[in-house]
């Protein structure tokens, strides 16, 4: 996006909005996810997560 020049202020929105949803939003890295990037970190959650379920059904099974 750096120095893109639009043609229409809806054509700004549309790439900038798009830009955000599907590069950023799903690369950055941020320190509160350990350093890893929110699909990443939402994908080792729930490993995490289905792994204690498993464990929790065995020990009450």
């Known amino acids: 996006m750096h120095r893109h020049h639009f043609t229409t202020r809806a054509e700004a929105r549309i790439k900038i909005s798009t830009w955000i949803a599907d590069f950023y939003n799903t690369s950055r ?11 990443t970190f939402e994908q080792r959650m729930t ?15």
């Open 29 to 39: 890295r941020h320190s509160a996810n350990d350093g890893l990037a929110p699909i």
């Open 47 to 61: 490993e995490a997560r289905e792994a204690s379920t498993a464990q929790l059904r065995a020990e009450v099974a």
